[in-house]
């Protein structure tokens, strides 16, 4: 299983932007929607956005209106846009296609940590 790599996370100020990528396989990107999720000390994965194959998008409602989830279909590359990020963002972010269970750690890629500063 050739799992996702993401990447752009870093320490920012509250109120500042970060902006995510993630580069999949072709088999896991071509025909799958693709996710965000977040994972913060002592809490459980959670789901932060979704794109579909066509590009309509899903956010949480934590995210909504702050964060941008794109795709770009010849780099079988996801972005995550983060804006007005807040400490509770802080989060390691990972990526993959919808579906994969949380438990499937050979699904899954290393992520990337957000740390945001108050």
């Known amino acids: 299983q050739v799992q996702p790599v993401e990447s752009g996370g870093g320490l920012v100020q509250a109120g500042g932007s970060l902006k995510l990528s993630c580069a999949a396989s072709s088999d896991s990107f071509s025909s799958n929607a693709m996710g965000w999720y977040r994972q913060a000390p002592g809490k459980q994965r959670e789901w932060v956005a979704l794109i579909t194959t066509v590009g309509t998008t899903t956010y949480a409602d934590s995210v909504k209106g702050r964060f941008t989830i794109s795709r770009d279909n010849a780099k079988n590359t996801v972005y995550l846009q983060m804006n007005s990020l807040k400490p509770e963002d802080a989060a390691v972010y990972y990526c993959?296609?919808?579906?994969?269970?949380?438990?499937?750690?050979?699904?899954w890629g290393q992520g990337t940590q957000v740390t945001v500063s108050s």
């Open positions: 993959n296609r919808l579906g994969v269970p949380y438990n499937k750690a050979d699904y």
